[in-house]
């Protein structure tokens, strides 16, 4: 309703406190000489170009432990091929984006490890789909799945064609009102592209057992808590972001991934989150993850529910004093 006030606990007329706005930090990316690494470090300059920040190229060669079992003469090739594989890349780079700030890294430790030291606590790591030497084929598991199940910063595997045209569209798949915090992320990769944000929430009709009539009092219900929790979230986003066109969407059906794979057709980058690890050990990247990872039409991007993007606390500031210069 035009001019309705929303109220914020017991203090009538006050507005609801504007959720802080994080910053998309550098980004970090994987190179190993395949030709989906290679697409991946394009796809990440454009990434670190639209962000307005550096691009990282890593290399992860693995020396330390060749050096276990190789001669000298070996170790010092496998640098050499390095150092040229990062110097064609970022030629390659250069040449689409002339002005982008990079650097590059020819690391000693194993791939997992030297991605996750090169990106420390705001950085974002980029990775192809398929990879050669350090960076094995995703559809095999390895280096991709064990970035993406146990970095504490968002990891964006590069999938879909290559140069497919742009959709607008920004795909969140949320689950719950516990989202915000990666979803703002995902409003903010949406804000960058001058993207719309469409916040998809699939579940899977077959998840609920029982009589015939539990089983329709339970997807009733279910559908009414998926729809409000939706648009809760979707009216907090908005309040941060009040220039960015936000839509939600609540969609049942047979499989929750299917549904996010069929709509990542028309979505340039697909965001989700990652729960926390049982117990606070081990990895954990969940079956949907896993699906999206392996069969998206468009990049996924996975954030951890515990990361805290830069700036977050100056947003926060810059909320609770709206007239501050």
Not at 13 to 36: H, I, T
Not at 189 to 203: I, M, P, V, Y
Not at 233 to 238: K, N
Not at 291 to 311: K, R, Y
């Amino acid at each position: 309703m035009s001019g309705a006030r929303e109220t914020d606990g017991g203090h009538p007329g006050r507005q609801p406190e504007r959720p802080a706005r994080p910053e998309l930090g550098n980004v970090v990316v994987g190179v190993d000489g395949s030709p989906a690494a290679r697409t991946a470090a394009l796809w990440a300059a454009a990434e670190a170009a639209r962000r307005g920040r550096a691009l990282h190229l890593v290399h992860a060669a693995d020396t330390d432990r060749r050096a276990l079992f190789a001669d000298a003469e070996t170790i010092q090739s496998v640098r050499e091929v390095g150092r040229d594989l990062l110097i064609r890349t970022a030629e390659a780079v250069w040449e689409r984006f002339p002005g982008l700030s990079l650097t590059s890294e020819l690391g000693r430790q194993e791939p997992v490890a030297g991605l996750l030291a090169a990106a420390g606590r705001h950085g974002t790591i980029v990775v192809g789909h398929r990879g050669l030497g350090g960076f094995a084929t995703l559809m095999l598991g390895s280096v991709g799945l064990g970035v993406a199940a146990r970095a504490d910063v968002p990891v964006i595997v590069v999938r879909g064609e290559d140069e497919r045209p742009e959709t607008g569209t920004v795909l969140a798949a949320v689950n719950g009102s516990s989202d915000l915090g990666w979803l703002l992320l995902a409003a903010a990769e949406a804000e960058a592209r001058k993207a719309s944000l469409r916040l998809l929430s699939g579940w899977n009709v077959f998840a609920h057992v029982g009589s015939v009539a539990t089983m329709l009092d339970d997807l009733d219900g279910t559908a009414r808590r998926r729809v409000r929790d939706a648009k809760e979230l979707a009216d907090r986003v908005r309040r941060a972001y009040p220039g960015l066109n936000v839509e939600q969407h609540v969609e049942p059906g047979t499989s929750t991934p299917g549904i996010l794979i069929e709509a990542s057709h028309d979505a340039d980058l697909l965001v989700m989150g990652r729960g926390r690890r049982p117990l606070g050990l081990g990895p954990a990247l969940g079956r949907v993850a896993h699906s999206l990872i392996h069969h998206a039409h468009c990049p996924v991007e996975i954030v951890p529910h515990t990361f805290t993007a830069p700036g977050a606390d100056a947003a926060a500031d810059d909320a609770a004093n709206p007239d501050a210069p």
